[in-house]
T-cell receptor, first 114, second 112 residues
Framework: NAGVMQNPRHLVRRRGQEARLRCSPM?????VYWYRQLPEEGLKFMVY????????ESGMPKERFSAEFPKEGPSILRIQQVVRGDSAAYFC????????????FGQGTRLTVV | DAKTTQPNSMESNEEEPVHLPCNHS???????IHWYRQLPSQGPEYVIH???SNVNNRMASLAIAEDRKSSTLILHRATLRDAAVYYC?????????????FGQGTRLTINP
């Protein structure tokens, strides 16, 4: 059973471009969470999704950021018109149901905006 | 979210036990205590969790105070690969699916 797969591992974008980060949860997992980690800082929750539904987006910036978890395929975190402040590591986690058991994190996507 | 307090950093020697404390004086009766760790340049990794009783697994032990206002993660024999940031997190199981809220954690350094 493969772990949580995130791709790409490293992404470089110029200011104003779009960034698409993908997360394939573990097999059988229907809950996906996205976190952002700025350099030398802690992990900040962004959004929680189940298949085709956004459950909690309280940590998502109001503009330029969106997330989806379609019925088929990976979860996508999309950042439009990236700025230098978006440079960070973005981690995805998945769990089979609620957080009462172990959650599994991917290796992250490191976004650099130049 | 119920708050936890951890020391910013700790240091220990290889092959010695390590006790990582966590205070959670406002814990509710339905909060589980979770521990995760993040090795350098990697995603967080689950370590252990518990509610009231002490817990053991292959990675660590979790000792929970009788009043549940504090807990201690115990690494019985630290190795260099245990150098990481350790996060103590509370999660209310009654409220259903809840995001994990990470604090600053404890940065553990292991000396050879």
């Amino acid at each position: 059973n493969a772990g949580v797969m995130q791709n790409p591992r490293h992404l470089v974008r110029r200011r104003g471009q779009e960034a698409r980060l993908r997360c394939s949860p573990m097999k059988g997992h229907s809950h996906v969470y996205w976190y952002r980690q700025l350099p030398e800082e802690g992990l900040k929750f962004m959004v929680y999704l189940q298949k085709e539904n956004i459950i909690d987006e309280s940590g998502m910036p109001k503009e330029r950021f969106s997330a989806e978890f379609p019925k088929e395929g990976p979860s996508i975190l999309r950042i439009q018109q990236v700025v230098r402040g978006d440079s960070a590591a973005y981690f995805c986690a998945s769990s089979p149901r609620d957080w009462d058991t172990e959650a599994f994190f991917g290796q992250g996507t490191r976004l650099t905006v130049v | 979210d119920a708050k936890t307090t951890q020391p910013n950093s700790m240091e220990s020697n290889e092959e010695e036990p390590v006790h990582l404390p966590c205070n959670h004086s406002t814990i509710s009766g339905t909060d589980y205590i979770h521990w995760y760790r993040q090795l350098p340049s990697q995603g967080p990794e689950y370590v252990i969790h518990g509610l009231t009783s002490n817990v053991n697994n292959r990675m660590a032990s979790l000792a929970i105070a009788e009043d549940r206002k504090s807990s201690t993660l115990i690494l019985h024999r630290a190795t260099l690969r245990d150098a990481a940031v350790y996060y103590c997190i509370l999660r209310d199981v009654v409220q259903g699916a809840q995001k994990l809220v990470f604090g600053q954690g404890t940065r553990l350094t292991i000396n050879p």
